[in-house]
């Protein structure tokens, strides 16, 4: 089985802040990591190459820096690994940038099976697995908790919904995306690092996958973010309540009373 | 593919509404969307639609009127009964192409989420998810959409001047759900499903409700959530006590927690868990850090217990109660048991 | 590990490189350069497991892949309950294989990319979640004979609570215990010592001028002291615990090092 698994680099978010004059996002001196759900794609990848056989494919797109995750991936046991970085890639939103990994799948052919994260961190969309199945006509099947069965022709996943769970099966090729359930993730053994540091990952430009370039790009994105701000803060008066607990405990039941909560 | 020209964008009107139907039920997401889908119409001086899509609904459709809607599109079909993405996205991937909607939104969830992405690729729209504001530009009609990045840190507008229709995903209970109007009715639209080639169409085998297992934080009036505070499974089956005792409550957690292996990811709020906006919430422990607070600010009371009056949680909390979590939650129990 | 403390043997911690270093090559060089300090100077080497979360390399495969000597009295693996099962094996079957005999077990901190242990890993199936205990009895069970586990003690969580921990420990085979940073006497340590006269304790000695950094590491704001001297704390600590080990956490090898030989007298 041949299988690609799409990576991205994020922020920790915990960092990400505005800066007030300028309005624009502090990049400085915030730490980059891959994607906490991407994590998952990696493993169950990993996981169905052992027992299946085939390679796996590690793919990003992102400024040269993000080679860094795609050699965490080769760190963690994948076989390979291909970045597309380019400035015409720049301003790409969830639109271009599912289109041009989709045509990157295309350029490494004769796919399988591509494994996405859920969604990413910094921008929460998740649109990104099912925008590059759809650009490459395939099937998909998102949050997915598990997959029950892999035969020559097809593969069984389990989907996670809010009321529950259901069972499919699709023909290959397909696009899936993953939950934090499907499996636990491995951290990189030294070895592994070690071994990662000597390979080559080659970086690839808009002409070697042969896209249209209109369609990449912040001019092939439909989108455009028009303004950034923080959020606005909660407007309240908040009361406190201090003293020994049994005071704190006799004030807060006496408010929810007064509210008819309780 | 080329910008559209303001004449191509003057032959798309109307607000649509993707419904959202589980095991052939309405779920409340469609009328909350169907409030803002209204306010949306009345400012463009055009109608609110909706695109339902399932199997034996026909007797249900009375509600969407209720709630706002002018016109209902019914795809009615078996094979609707489970979701297959691929059926579904060509499918109003084709409404869109006959009807030519302005705006279309879908609920976030996991149906939507995986649903419109497909179809905003197939059609060449600009697609925002997760809002939580919209509205249109007074100077050029366009769309303007809301939404946090970043984890919350930040609020983003975007727009997609150039592309129609204009898409958007809102989670459930961000947007408040209207009042009905019980004599309000409308026109219904009956169309087919589009099948094309289905030797490659995905089967459903089999569907699971798992709605016993699932932690129901959406229904619940109250919330009592636990962060790093609790410092361990402990301090979460001391909420559980506290949950039970106030009745009807459910217990939450933040990302910290879950991630220490404390409680279940199914209790987890936030920006990577759920978004909530119950009655009440009370937050014991919790620091308050902006991915939480963007999936429970919207709750109506929000309470704070934590030993540090200045964490961000405690300065957002209508009420704010500044002591040792371990010690003032016992003493609520012990009160409301001798009540 | 009584010996350690008549043999004025002190545990000397060493910070593995974190996973996400900008030279990783250089970081390790580094780590083999202390290790094999600490071993030569007759001292124990202690090498943490992901402190604070930060994803970092395991001692136990540092060691075996630069073939670091292990002098089975002179070093320690802290391991926590982050980790899969299958690594949990490796790391242990890695220190058995090594003859690394001493094993601080603690339940650790996590993060977005640290796994857990989960009940059903080490067949606990009744348990909330894996702390501390469970992974002794593990390690006690399944690795019988093989390690001496110690276990941390922190004066500055709720007394009661710290020392109903500390029961289920011992009983879970726990032979020693390392407290949290002390900066001087602490009445819940002299308990401590009381109640378990028969264990080795190792209180620890913060080496870092950065108290802040400390009331951090425990969760306890501690009062801020412009003033505080590492090494002054460290004689006084001797003094008030002279029954007592010491674990160095923080050491600076380049300004500290060579002052440690006329502390312990």
Partial sequence: MKIVICLKQVPATNDTKIDPETKRIIREGVKAILNPFDTYAVEEAIQLRDKFGGEVIALSMGPPKAEEILKEALALGVDRAILLSDRAFGGSDTWATSYALAKAIKKIS?????????????GDTAQVGPGIAAHLGWSQATYVMAIEEVSSFFIRV????????????????????????????????????????????????????????????????PTRVVK??????????????????????????????????? | MKAFTDLEKKEYHNIWVVAEVLSGEIQTVTYELLGVARTLANLKKSEVWVVVMGYNLEEKLKSFFEYGADVVILVDNPVLFGFIDELE???????ITKYKPEVVICGATSRGRALIPRVAVMTYSGLTADCTGLSIDSENGDLLQTRPAFGGNIMATIRSSHHRPQMATIRPRVMRLPSPDFG??????????????????????????????AVNLADAQIIISGGRGMKGPKGFNLLKKFAEKVGGAAVGASRAAVDAGWISYAHQIGQTGQTVQTKVYIACGISGQIQHLVGMQSCDLIIAIDQNPNTPMMQIADIAVVGDVFEIIPEIIKEITTL | MLHHIRNRTYLVEVLPPKQDSENLEADLEKFSHRYLRVINSGYCVCITDNTMGHLSFQGSEIIEEFEL?????????????FHRKDDLDNILNTCKYKGIKYLLVVTGDGSIRLPKLRPVDLDFADADSITSVEL????????????????????????????????????????????????????????LLKKYPEIPVFVEAWMSKNLTLLSEAIGYELPERKDFDPIANLKMLHKLYPGCGVYLSLLKFKTQYDLLKDTWI
């Avoid at chain 1, 004769?110 to 910094?122: E, N, P």
């Avoid at chain 1, 990952?201 to 070697?208: A, E, L, M, S």
């Avoid at chain 1, 803060?233 to 309540?241: G, V």
């Avoid at chain 3, 500390?166 to 949290?180: C, H, Y």
């Fill in chain 1, 110 to 122: 004769d796919v399988d099976l591509v494994i996405c994260g859920k969604q990413a961190i910094d």
């Fill in chain 1, 158 to 221: 389990k989907r996670m919904h809010e009321d529950g769970y259901d069972i499919c099966e699709m023909p290959f090729p397909v696009v899936i995306t993953v939950v934090k359930d499907i499996n636990i993730p491995r951290v990189p053994t030294l070895k592994g690092r070690l071994a990662s540091l000597k390979k080559e990952i080659p970086i690839w430009k808009p002409k070697d996958i042969k896209v249209d370039k209109s369609k990449i790009g912040l001019d092939g994105s």
């Fill in chain 1, 228 to 262: 950034i701000e923080p959020p606005k803060p909660r407007h309240i008066n908040t009361k406190k309540i201090e003293g020994s607990a049994p005071e704190c405990a006799r004030s807060l039941l006496r408010e929810l009373r007064l509210r008819n909560i309780i």
């Fill in chain 2, 89 to 95: 996205a060509k499918t109003i991937k084709r409404l």
């Fill in chain 2, 184 to 213: 309000r009715t409308g026109r219904i639209v009956k169309e087919k499903v589009y099948f094309g080639d289905t030797k490659k169409i995905k089967r459903i085998i089999s569907i699971f409700h798992d709605t016993e297992t």
């Fill in chain 3, 69 to 81: 000597p292990v002098l089975p009295e002179q070093v320690m693996i802290h391991l926590n309950t």
């Fill in chain 3, 136 to 191: 002794l009895k593990y390690l006690n069970s399944e690795y019988a004979g093989i390690f001496v586990t110690g276990v941390a003690f922190n004066p500055y969580e709720p007394e009661e609570h710290e020392f109903e921990k500390m029961d289920r420990k011992i009983k879970a085979g726990a032979k020693f215990i390392i407290t949290q940073p002390l900066l001087g006497r602490n009445k819940v340590i002299d308990k």
